[in-house]
């Protein structure tokens, strides 16, 4: 399978990718209107300001703006190593169309991004479901759709994130792995290296899931040194290095700067600056839970909050459906961790996908592909809600595990007789629209507000 096969549309996913690309292009526009005259200034070193006091969606982070503004990086280039790399030409030519027109494009390229990955995460999606599944088009579109309609797919669509890439990357795991199955044939090693490449380059952690599709696509063959070696630790190693090389050019001298306009702060006005830090302090400690270690990686692991209120209101509960109240807020900044629904019909919404995906998940479980999707799921399990990695914001991270309920219930559409099918299919259209119309009239609602 060639790059140029992989990502040329064929003809019966055109009309459902014109379809994404609408809703991508009308979600990103409403975005940058939302706030146009703010997000365009051609402002010199006050881009963070512009877009940190305009821009609140969720808990997703608009580093990627700031970034290509003014070359300003906020991440943890550790967990994303070659998102960077990715933003830099973007910086480049906007840098030069500032200068040349005193007009910010940072939003606009950003949302170039986010739009070609949501059309690529749908195709890639839809072959999953009729290539590796095996279901009919129109199945394959609406369970498509019904990934796309869960709040916290939708608004990586929208969010200046690294969310959306993620979901497109490891869809494209997803349907190379399926196909080789399917072929019974391997992943081939240089296949391998650059899907370890781009996936874990874009969020280390996805570096696990790709080392799972390898292992279950090849079986022993996944132990050849060749595919160890060359396959998982060369990318690996590569990253690293690029990882390293970016932190000493870019990270190390505006860390000096950041510390010298601290000092400055502290020494113009220390009464106000340390007020300002002893209240966001005080927000944190009281909308956070308890740290595992007092280490830096002991720091992203929380012991404390609650798992069942979290698995109720945010894992199964935000990720599908946005709640009324505190809706869209940042739990860093203005949301408590858990907000219940308004409406008892959300809870119902809530255990009727549930439910549907358990009982699905028995009757494709069979299936080696969807036994290395339950593999990922556990992996996302384990690293939010046992260990609590983002557990007070795990809606954020739904984009990582979401799939796994479509292709569950296109498992289950595929082992129905056609009159229980019909009837799945019915339910399926009816709960399709219905979270398309809550959680896109909400975000609206919330952009134009």
Not at 167 to 192: F, N
Not at 249 to 274: D, G, M, S, T, Y
């Amino acid at each position: 399978m060639s790059a140029l096969g992989l990502f040329k549309i064929k003809k019966e996913e055109r009309w459902m990718a014109l379809a994404v690309l609408f809703i991508a292009v009308a979600f990103n526009a409403l975005v940058i209107y939302s706030h146009y005259s703010v997000y365009t200034m051609g402002a010199h070193g006050g881009f963070w300001t512009i877009f940190l006091e305009n821009f609140r969606l969720s808990g997703y982070d608009c580093w990627s703006w700031i970034t290509i503004s003014g070359m300003r990086i906020h991440f943890e280039t550790v967990r994303h190593p070659l998102y960077l790399s990715i933003l830099y030409p973007f910086y480049l030519l906007n840098h030069w169309m500032i200068e040349q027109l005193g007009t910010n494009f940072a939003v606009f390229f950003m949302a170039v991004v986010l739009v070609v990955s949501t059309v690529y995460s749908a195709v890639f999606m839809y072959r999953i479901m009729r290539e590796v599944v095996g279901l009919k088009p129109f199945d394959a579109r609406l369970l498509t759709f019904l990934l796309f309609s869960f709040a916290h797919v939708m608004l990586p669509m929208m969010a200046p994130d690294h969310f959306i890439i993620s979901l497109m990357l490891l869809l494209m795991t997803l349907y190379i792995a399926g196909r080789k199955m399917k072929e019974r044939k391997p992943m081939g090693t240089w296949q391998t290296f650059g899907l370890m490449f781009f996936t874990a380059g874009i969020s280390a952690s996805n570096g696990v899931k790709v080392l799972l599709a390898s292992l279950f696509a090849n079986g022993r063959r996944f132990f050849r040194w060749k595919n160890l070696l060359v396959g998982i630790l060369l990318p690996l190693g590569i990253l690293v290095g690029i990882q390293q090389a970016q932190y000493y050019a870019f990270e190390v001298p505006q860390k000096e700067v950041a510390h010298k306009i601290e000092r400055a702060n502290l020494k113009k006005n220390a009464k106000k600056f340390k007020a300002r830090l002893a209240e966001r302090k005080a927000w944190l400690d009281a909308h956070t839970g308890r740290a595992a270690f007092d280490s830096r990686v002991g720091k992203w692991m929380d012991v404390s909050t609650s798992r069942t209120e979290t698995l109720k209101e945010n894992f199964f509960g935000e990720s599908f459906q946005l709640h009324q109240n505190y809706l869209l807020k940042d739990v860093s900044w203005d949301r408590p961790i858990f907000v219940p629904y308004n409406w008892t019909a959300n809870y119902i919404i809530e255990g009727l996908i549930v439910l549907l995906f358990l009982l699905s998940s028995l009757i494709a479980c069979r299936e080696r592909f969807f036994a290395m999707l339950l593999a990922w799921f556990a992996f996302d399990v384990t690293l939010h809600i046992i260990m609590g990695f983002g557990i007070n914001e795990v809606y954020i991270m739904t984009a990582g595990w979401a799939f796994i309920v479509p292709i569950a219930l296109g498992y289950t559409m595929r082992a129905l007789a056609y009159g229980p099918r019909r009837v799945m299919r019915i339910l399926l259209v009816a709960l399709t629209l219905w979270l398309w119309i809550y959680n896109g009239g909400q975000i609206a609602m919330y952009l134009l507000g």
